[in-house]
C-alpha cells in the first residue's frame, strides 16, 4: 500500500461527524464548503461573491481537509473545516450593538477544526481530542460511552493513555451513538468547533458524515437528534495533495501572513488582496498557548506532551510527518 493511501484510510476510519447549526437568517452561509468553492483554489478571495449569489436553500458540496502524522505510539489527525463567512449578520447593522458586531466578529474566510489523538497500542482508539474554537483550543479526554454496557467502559479504560494535564480538560469526548465516531459541534455564523454542546446554541441543524458512512436516516438515531436535521456526506481531501493546500501555502493568491504572524486565506479589500483572520492549520494557534504557531499540526507529538504528562509514553519519534517532510522508511 502506497503511504499517502495508508494514512487516507486512517482519515476515513476516524473521520468525526460534524453537527453544525444552521441560523435561519441566513443557512446557506453556515454550510461547510470546499475552499475551491468559486473555482481554482487561486480564486479563493471570489467565494464570498459566489456565497452571496447562491440561494439560501441552495446545498454546497462539503469538504473536510486532513492530515495525519505517526509516531510510534500514536496517530495525530488534524480535521479542518473551511467556511466562506465568519459572520454576524447577513443584513446591514442599524444598531450601535450589531455595528461593533459587525466589526469585531466577521470576517472573510473561517477554518476551524479539530487534533484526534489516537494511542496506537492496544486498540487504537481516540484517547485525546482538541478542538479550535476561534482563538482557543479546547481539550477533551475519556470517550463519553454511549451505552451502559459495563464491558464497553471497561474497554474503554484499558485502552486510556492520558494520566495528568497541564491544561484544563474541558470534558469528555462525545461519540456518536449510531456510528461510534467521534462528534463534533460547530456554532451556526462563528464556527467555533466544540467536543461537546457547550455554547453550540440553538435553531437548525446539519449532520456530516464522512465518505464512508451511511447516511440514509443517520441523524434520526441519535438522542440528541431533532425533526429539523438534515444529514450531509462530506469529502476528504488530504492538505498535501498534489496542488491542495499545503502546495499553495507560498502562494500569494492564496495566503498571505497577516498582522499576527500567521498565514490568512486572502481577501480583496479595495481592490488589493490581504491576508485574512482564517488560518490553515499551520497557523492555528491558542491565542494565550505558549506553543509556537502552528504545533498542534506540524508537531503535535511535542504539542500534547505540553498539554499532557504521563501520557504514556508518547513518542516524538516520526514515522511519518508530512509538514515535517518524514516518510516512512522502506
Known amino acids: 500500500m502506497k503511504t499517502q493511501d495508508k494514512y487516507h484510510q486512517l482519515a476515513i476510519k476516524y ?3 460534524f453537527a453544525q447549526k444552521v441560523s435561519r437568517e441566513w443557512r446557506v452561509a453556515d454550510q461547510i464548503a470546499p475552499v475551491d468553492f468559486a473555482g481554482p483554489i487561486t480564486d479563493v478571495a471570489k467565494n464570498p461573491e459566489k456565497l452571496h449569489g447562491l440561494d439560501d436553500k441552495a446545498v454546497i458540496p462539503a469538504k473536510v481537509y486532513y492530515s495525519v502524522c505517526e509516531t510510534t505510539t500514536h496517530y495525530f489527525l488534524i480535521y479542518a473545516v473551511y467556511h466562506v463567512l465568519d459572520w454576524w449578520k447577513r443584513y446591514e447593522a442599524k444598531d450601535l450593538y450589531n455595528s461593533v458586531r459587525d466589526m469585531l466578529d466577521e470576517h472573510i474566510h473561517d477554518m476551524e477544526g ?16 482538541v478542538t479550535i474554537s476561534h482563538l482557543n483550543f479546547y481539550l477533551y479526554t475519556e470517550p463519553r460511552i454511549p451505552t451502559n454496557v459495563g464491558e464497553a467502559r471497561r474497554a474503554f479504560r484499558e485502552s486510556l493513555r492520558i494520566v495528568k494535564f497541564n491544561e484544563t480538560v474541558d470534558g469528555n469526548i462525545w461519540l456518536d451513538q449510531a456510528t461510534k465516531r467521534v462528534k463534533l459541534y460547530i456554532q451556526s455564523r462563528g464556527h467555533g468547533i466544540r467536543g461537546d454542546h ?6 437548525e ?17 441519535d438522542p440528541q437528534a431533532k425533526k429539523h436535521t438534515r444529514t450531509v456526506k462530506y469529502q476528504l481531501e488530504d492538505i498535501f495533495a498534489d496542488k491542495g493546500l499545503w502546495g499553495h501555502r507560498f502562494d500569494n493568491k492564496v495566503f498571505r501572513q497577516n498582522k499576527n504572524g500567521q498565514w490568512g486565506f486572502v481577501y480583496r479589500e479595495k481592490n488589493k488582496l490581504r491576508g485574512g483572520a482564517a488560518n490553515p492549520p499551520w497557523s492555528w494557534n491558542d491565542h494565550n498557548d505558549p506553543s509556537p504557531i502552528g504545533e498542534v499540526a506540524s508537531d503535535p507529538a511535542r504539542f500534547i506532551t505540553r498539554y499532557a504528562q504521563g501520557w504514556g509514553p508518547v513518542s516524538t519519534h516520526y514515522i511519518y510527518n508530512p509538514y515535517q517532510l518524514i516518510e516512512p522508511s522502506s
Not at 494511542?119 to 481530542?129: C, S
Not at 457547550?198 to 435553531?203: A, D, N, Q, R, S
Not at 446539519?206 to 441523524?219: D, H, K, V
Open 198 to 203: 457547550k455554547g453550540w446554541g440553538g435553531g
Open 15 to 17: 473521520a468525526p461527524i
Open 114 to 129: 479539530a487534533l484526534l489523538v489516537v494511542t496506537k497500542d492496544p486498540k487504537a482508539r481516540v484517547d485525546g481530542l
Open 205 to 221: 441543524e446539519i449532520w456530516y458524515y464522512g465518505p464512508e458512512e451511511e447516511t440514509a436516516g443517520a441523524g434520526t438515531l
